[in-house]
């Protein structure tokens, strides 16, 4: 079984536990960086050709224009070819309640379908939130397994669950 973990990140200032912090690598990033050391897989991080501002408001602002606008934002061109793997692990954070609107471009550049999708989830207190709704209807003819859900600022302490959601 050939896994690739794609994820979208963001470095820069995030709410943190209940104040502003600038985080030198995204919580979703470092949640991907844990599964594929575990699962064995290849990294692919989804990048913006115009990434969102390191400021968090501005960020908010951007990410809140393109999810009301519905803005698919172009990516980064890079070679991926999606048949070569059997189980894809798709990471985001939430923004405003669902996933970032670059998971539309993800799922459009790379033409993602009839796959067996596991999601990998971070938030900061609105949990999944209409995310995964959003991504069931989004990949129609994909099986969407249960999703892996963490706290960001709490991160670095889902080892051992992230070890029991991938065995099952
Ligand atoms: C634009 C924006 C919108 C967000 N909206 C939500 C939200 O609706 N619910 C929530 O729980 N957290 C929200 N957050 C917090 C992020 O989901 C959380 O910090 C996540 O771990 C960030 O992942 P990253 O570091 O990989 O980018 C938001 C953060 C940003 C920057």
Request: a negative charge; proline letters at 4%.
């Amino acid at each position: 079984m050939k896994s690739l973990v794609a994820y979208f990140s963001r470095a820069g200032y995030n709410w943190v536990n209940g104040e502003k912090k600038e985080l030198q690598k995204g919580n979703t990033q470092i949640l991907a960086e844990m599964i594929a050391s575990i699962c064995k897989g290849d990294l692919f991080s989804i990048e913006m050709e115009t990434p969102y501002s390191s400021d968090y408001d501005t960020c908010c602002e951007q990410a809140h224009l393109d999810i009301t606008k519905n803005n698919h934002p172009p990516l980064v061109d890079k070679e991926l070819d999606l048949d070569s793997y059997d189980v894809i692990y798709l990471g985001f954070p939430i923004y405003w309640g669902t996933f970032p609107m670059a998971i539309f471009s993800f799922i459009e550049t790379y033409k993602l379908h009839n796959k067996v999708i596991y999601p990998f989830i971070t938030h900061e207190g609105s949990g999944q939130a209409s995310s995964i709704s959003m991504l069931k209807k989004a990949c129609y003819d994909s099986e969407i397994k249960k999703p892996f859900v963490a706290v960001g600022s709490f991160i670095s302490s889902y080892q051992k669950q992230l070890e029991e959601w991938i065995k099952q």
